[in-house]
């Protein structure tokens, strides 16, 4: 067992089966339930939303058409301060016959009326002048009797008000045949500038008649009330129960207009104030209705889910089980072929999916691919032991070779042959920096030293037919070089590059540090590419000493280095150039099998 799978408590299934169900009610049941109820709850506030509009937009309605009824009283006051007949007769009753001058006044406000026809609430108009004399537009209660004190008395209750106007909400009516009613009056002076103040006028509207016509086609499940800023019920439509606790509520939150969910009636109320007349409208529809709509689809809608997974839970199990039993055999034939059996097969079924057969087809060629593998590196390592011998015999040759340039050297001191001491001490130098195979990079006066012991030999086999100038910066002396990279240079330059043995060549050796490179070079006045390209051809086998350093740069710098030839006017020159790396100056101790290398 693994240790992500030692974490897991021990009820949690681990098998595939029961996974794909965990992981089905994991990452698509819960997250549809979560989404479902989101979105129930988005549809709840969309339906809340769109039943507080609709509210709002009746309680505007109510709103909208006492504003007019009121525009109208406003109205018909400047109509009757500019009927300059009537202001005469209210001004001057006393040269007028008392019935020809009640029918002039009524004359006019019938006038006034009938301008009014379209509109949908009758209004009602009492006018009292200066003396006290009454007149109405409607059949009054009783007899019309002098009325000096009720103008005297709003009279002097107007004209201590900042304006020159008052409504009163529930006015006792007077009109005939409708003493249960309550009116909303508009209480006003009539003014003139030369005449003064001529009258007052009562413009009244039946509040009830108006209240019942403009919430005639509200919904059945809604009520609208009128109250007072004293929470005095004025107008209520059919059926209206509004508690107290929500006048309360409404007065409590002191704004024109609002909307807020009561949880003590289940209800959603919304409401509207009148400042001129310090009355609230207040719509009130119970959520019952709409809950319940909403309970009875969300259980139908989990009812069908509910359904829905069970089926799919069902279908599930099904073709898990029918996965789970060959990857069961599979897991078996598996810890088989981990206890190093790996003679087993699986056997594949043509009625197995096409995804197992092909699982099983890949396990078996997995096992005898297996097989063949391990029987190649069998094979090789047979081989690898082989060369591994070969080495060790090899090895031999180049050690036995040091010993006998050694006791040649010697010989050739005793004999007194100088040239033949000299070319043993650079050979012998040459083949002990071959055989040191740890090292692959020199500093540069180390390298420097085995091209002078190079050019020692070149020149006793050459008779001096070339000599060769070091131009080297002392701030590269340390710098780190591939062993044995400039010795092909110089050797493809004495080979091809001087065709006549008459011809003395010079070889310039550079090296110097630009732009955080180093740069080596190895140029000669020879024959130049051309002709040397055109020797190389009659060659019967192709050198291999600067295909050898081109590949040796290629594995120890990677882009970082290049070797080119660039052509010059007279020769060649070789330039290879490298990251300039700088070894730290130091002393080695212990003797060398060979003589130190000349200087």
């Known amino acids: 067992m693994s240790k992500w799978q030692k974490k897991w408590p021990a009820w949690f299934p681990l098998t595939l089966k029961y996974r794909l169900i965990v992981t089905f009610v994991a990452l698509l049941l819960l997250p549809l339930c979560l989404a479902v109820y989101s979105l129930f709850r988005n549809f709840e506030s969309i339906r809340q939303d769109d039943l507080t509009g609709r509210m709002s937009e009746r309680m505007q309605q109510v709103h909208t058409s006492l504003t007019d009824m009121m525009a109208f009283a406003y109205k018909t006051h400047t109509m009757l301060s500019q009927d300059e007949g009537l202001i005469k007769v209210m001004d001057t009753p006393e040269n007028y016959d008392p019935i020809e001058r009640k029918r002039l006044i009524e004359s006019k406000m019938s006038g006034i009326n009938n301008s009014f026809f379209f509109h949908q609430t009758e ?30 008395r709003w009279k002097s209750r107007l004209e201590r008000s900042p304006q020159s106007y008052e409504w009163v909400a529930s006015d006792p009516s007077d009109i005939y045949n409708n003493r249960d009613s309550k009116l909303l009056s508009l209480y006003i002076l009539l003014q003139d500038q030369r005449r003064g103040n001529y009258g007052l006028a009562r413009i009244s509207i039946d509040a009830q008649e108006w209240f019942d016509s403009t919430v005639k086609n509200i919904a059945a499940n809604q009520e609208i009330t009128v109250f007072t800023g004293k929470g005095e019920s004025v107008l209520r439509s059919s059926g209206a129960s509004i508690g107290s606790n929500i006048i309360e509520q409404v007065i409590k939150e002191a704004q024109r207009s609002g909307s807020y969910r009561d949880a003590s009636t289940a209800s959603l109320v919304t409401y509207s104030y009148l400042d001129k007349l310090d009355w609230y409208v207040v719509s009130r529809i119970s959520l019952d209705d709409l809950w319940s709509e909403l309970t009875r689809l969300r259980i139908r809608f989990f009812l069908i889910l509910a359904l829905l997974v069970v089926v799919f839970v069902a279908v599930i199990f099904l073709i898990a089980s029918r996965v789970t039993r060959p990857l069961s055999a599979l897991q078996k034939k598996m810890e088989e072929a981990s206890e190093k059996k790996l003679n087993v097969r699986l056997d594949i079924k043509m009625s197995q999916t096409r995804e197992i057969a092909s699982l099983g087809s890949s396990f078996n060629r997995m096992i005898n691919d297996i097989g063949a593998l391990i029987q190649r590196l069998k094979e090789e390592e047979r081989q690898k032991q082989a060369v ?32 033949i001491v000299d070319i043993c001490i650079a050979l012998g130098g040459l083949l002990e920096a071959s055989l040191n195979s740890e090292l692959e990079l020199l500093p540069l006066h180390e390298e420097i030293g085995l091209l002078k012991a190079y050019e020692s030999i070149q020149k006793l086999r050459y008779q001096s037919r070339f000599t060769m100038l070091y131009e080297v910066d002392e701030s590269v002396t340390y710098a780190l070089v591939p062993k044995l990279s400039l010795q092909p240079l110089v050797e493809n330059a004495i080979v091809h590059g001087f065709d006549s043995e008459e011809q003395i060549g010079t070889i310039i050796i550079r090296a110097k540090a630009e732009n955080g490179k180093l740069i080596l070079e190895v140029e000669d006045n020879g024959i130049g590419l051309e002709e040397a390209s055109k020797k190389r051809k009659r060659r019967s086998r192709e050198g291999i000493g600067i295909s050898n350093v081109k590949e040796r740069l290629q594995l120890l710098y990677k882009e970082d280095a290049i070797l080119e030839f660039v052509p010059i006017a007279s020769g060649t020159l070789a330039r290879m150039t490298t990251a300039l790396l700088v070894s ?16």
């Not at 009454?134 to 002098?146: A, I």
């Not at 015999?393 to 042959?417: G, I, S, V, Y």
Request: hydrophobic share 35%; no cysteine; net charge negative.
């Open 584 to 599: 730290t100056p130091f002393t080695e101790g212990g003797d060398n099998h060979v003589d130190s290398l000349p200087s």
């Open 388 to 419: 591994r011998f070969q080495m060790l015999l090899t090895q031999m040759n180049p050690h036995f070779l040091l010993n006998t340039l050694n006791m040649l050297k010697w010989m050739a001191r005793k004999e007194k042959q100088a040239p």
């Open 123 to 152: 209004l009602f108009f009492k006018l009292i002048d200066h003396e006290g004399n009454v007149y109405t537009s409607y059949s009054p209660n009783g007899q019309l009797t002098n009325s000096i004190d009720e103008f005297q």
